[in-house]
């Protein structure tokens, strides 16, 4: 998000779902669309059958895609960066780059040109593994498609590079005029349902809602006076800044809704220790979670189902839920339980309805000012929408970019923090499979999506097994610097040789105790899809 | 222009007869016809009478030509109509009293809008064993009726793949490859085949006997699992949850398509595990302990203050969630700015 913001102005989803299908070429990077996106990844898929939209796949992994793919390019694992260099790299040197577009509608080219000249197609085959011959049919078809999109995933965040990856998906796209028309664009696909919507709420430490930022004065005596209250202009700490100062015994309370940090969070043994230092941790959620099992006070909430409200979709669409049945027990929606804590702080949040908390919303977030429940009754409205007579906007910056210019970024490749050596000779990548969702205490309980994946595999190389002795439905142990987890071995061609692929989804074979915590240093996101490891029979 | 049932309309090139009769509100029954796929003319129960055509045509694949009359329900319509349906009916088993179709199946609804009393043929069906092989799709071909929309479902709307005819002539029938039970296919449970079934050969197996449809309470709102959001139907009996749809008409940005999750993972909400009461460890070495909401906000008021006060603002933090409304998010991070007084405010969607 923060590199997508440093290029266009805005982190969000640049287009909309439904070009996909009708756009001339996709560029997915990162993304196992089919099994983390599925009605995104059948759009695709008709993409390519029915309507001749070309597919490139970037990917170290054969995921289904593959299979509909033009071309594939298959890289090493936290290579990214020097692919897309290597294509921009192509697209110059052949000279078919969008020259008019550049001149007027962005800055930074110069350094990127200059950036871009060492990474040849044979210096970054050297790098990546991607053969020369595949990057330059790949640069072409991308540079000579009239529209393209970039949709991408975690394969591309989730790593110390993290920020340079997209900052170089959105060096491709401006390369050649994709932002700001139908059917192109960088469109980062969300992994859960509400991401877009609680970072456009504020739910980070800079921004306010709508990335109002807390350092700028005029924004914080707007929701001073708003909200009747003196705010801080000092930056807050990120999710794995909190959990290091807990450690530190700087953060003393830690009040958590809706989230499993003791799952989703690199090192997990770690983290352990450090909520255990704390004076208090209040743990809010509809199941007694792993994080939860480690809280002072447990709350009961309702879940999407038994509640009213609002969820921003990838495509920054507002879309109601509407309660369908009772919360259990004496279970409360969040909200209720947030209002009737500030209330006792001496804090009244009076609201009688999630609808009066909206109409609140849409007076200090101006993206959301023109929406309404009574305009996204039918169908959800895109932001921006500033007034309430706007139909919502499909596709951004269409005559001009969010921050005027849009900017390039000249982007060398840093290799991944921990690479394969001899003690730890393979590389682990981490990530969902279609049949489950993050850390699996909803679909866990689900019947139906357990039987059809009841337990965490570990995907191998043939090759790879035959190297370290395994079998097809074998317990083997994976080790890294950090821990050890044990699960059954599934051999398949889908990895790549040299690289094991685990789920997250499992508690009891809780890959993130494996996982490398370093990150990337402006997003802060951690480097899930790399760390090394080796591999045995249990 | 053209003419249908003494009508004129005007239509455009390449459009069916089929959708320019529904323009006007003419109703033609269709079964093998489907939004969004391939016209085949299947299953022949839209026929229409054209004049100067040399026989009856199938209106969803006939397109409209200038000057081209059209009639819908003369007596050779009705009559070719009614054969077809009494054929289908009476070469399956299709018993209304079990099935989970009754009271919304296509075929029960085009039987009696044509009056008809029983078919006119011996009822042979062909006596398929059931496909019981999962917890999610359950088939019955013995109510299949051949129409191919799920097939068409399967390999034009969801690209899965998985779904063809296989044998010939009477012995053909529709499933996954080698004949397979679907839990041995490479089916990926989108549940879009029994969501296009015009009839009782492909349902919601969870949903057998949880109640009729014209007892479910259909709620619509927004998918939990992932970033794009889909519109869905919930539907609800007694206050239990008993099954999940999509729906066509909600347009974007699904389109009435789910995935596994949607359609088959919701479980969770009415799972025993839930949380029901507040819990509260009062001593850090002690286990936690039911308590009310008023004992839960007094702990919790409590131990903030003093931490504000003893090291401030800064020393407390707050997790808002990707999973939680903007309502929700935007009162979480209201709470801890404006109330607790720090920026120390973030959720998982960097994880």
Redesign the interface.
Known sequence: ?AGLAASFGSGAMTN???ELEYTDLILAAGTNTTE?????G?KV??AV??HGTKLIVIDPRGIDLVKYADIWLCQKPGTDVAVFNGLMNVIIAEGLHAKGYIAERTEGFDALKTAVTKYTPEYVEKISGVSAEDLKKAARLYAKANKASIIYAMGI?QHISGTDNVKSTANLAMLCGNIGIEGGGVNP??????????????????V??AYQQ?ANEDARKK?ETA??????G???????E?MN??GRG??????????N?LI??PDLHHIKKELQKL??L?VQ????TET??F???????A?????D???????R??????????A????????EI?????T????P?N?SS?KE??E??AKVTPSYAGISYERIEK??IQWPCPTPEHQGTKFLHKEKFSRGLGLFHAIEYIPPAELPDKEYPLILSTGRV????HTG???R?????S??CPESLIEIHPDDAVKFGVNDGQMVKVTSRRGTVEAKAQITQKSPQGTIFMNFHFAEAAVNLLTNPVLDPI????E?KVCAVKLEAA | MITIDGQEVSANPGQTILDCARSIGIFIPTLCHYKNTTNVGACRVCVVEVENARSLVASCCMPVSPNMVVRTNTPAVRDAQKLIVELLWSSGDHNCLTCEQNGQCELQNLVYWLKIDKPRFNIEPPGYAPDNS???IQRDLNKCILCGRCIRACN????NEVLDFSMRGSYVKVGPAFDEDY?NSSC???GECLQVCPTGAITCK?AKFAGRPWEL?K?????????????MD?F?KD???VKVSGNPD?????GG?????GR????????P?????????YE?NED?KEAS?DE??????D???S?KKK?G???????????????????????????I???????????
């Open positions: 998000m909309s779902i439904d983390n996106h599925p009605v995104i059948m898929k008709r059958k029915q965040t696909l969300r992994g859960q349902n509400n991401v877009q919507g609680a970072c456009d709420m504020g739910g980070l430490p800079d306010f809602p807390v929701f909200w009747g209250a003196t705010l801080s000092k930056h807050g700490l990120t999710i794995v909190i100062a807990a700087d953060i003393k309370a830690i009040y958590i809704m809706g989230e940090p989703s969070d004076d208090l209040v959620d509809i199941f007694l939860a099992e809280a002072d006070v447990v709350l009961p909430s879940s999407f189902a038994e509640k409200g609002t969820f921003t979709n990838t495509e669409r507002v879309q109601r839920i509407r309660k369908v049945v009772n259990p027990g004496e279970a409360k929606p969040d909200w947030i209002a009737g804590i500030s006792k702080m001496g804090y949040m609201y999630a908390i909206f609140e919303i169908e959800g279609l049949y489950h969702y205490t909803m679909t309980r689900a019947v139906g999506p039987e059809r997003g802060k996101i951690p899930y | 999962n917890t999610m034009e709307i969801q690209v839990i990926v449970f989108c969870q309470n709620v619509r709102t927004t998918c939990t699992y992932c970033g794009v959001g889909c519109q919930v609800a206050g239990q949850i909600y347009g974007q940005p699904n398509s789910l995935c596994v999750k088959f993972g919701m479980d969770f909400i009415q799972h595990d839930r949380l029901k009461k507040p819990l509260i460890r850090k936690l909401w839960a906000f007094t702990f919790i008021v131990k903030l203050s931490i090291t603002s800064d020393s407390i933090a707050g997790l808002s969630s990707a999973r939680c409304t903007n309502e929700e998010n935007y009162l979480f991070q209201k709470f801890i700015r404006a109330v007084g720090t920026n120390n405010v973030d959720h998982c969607a960097r994880l």
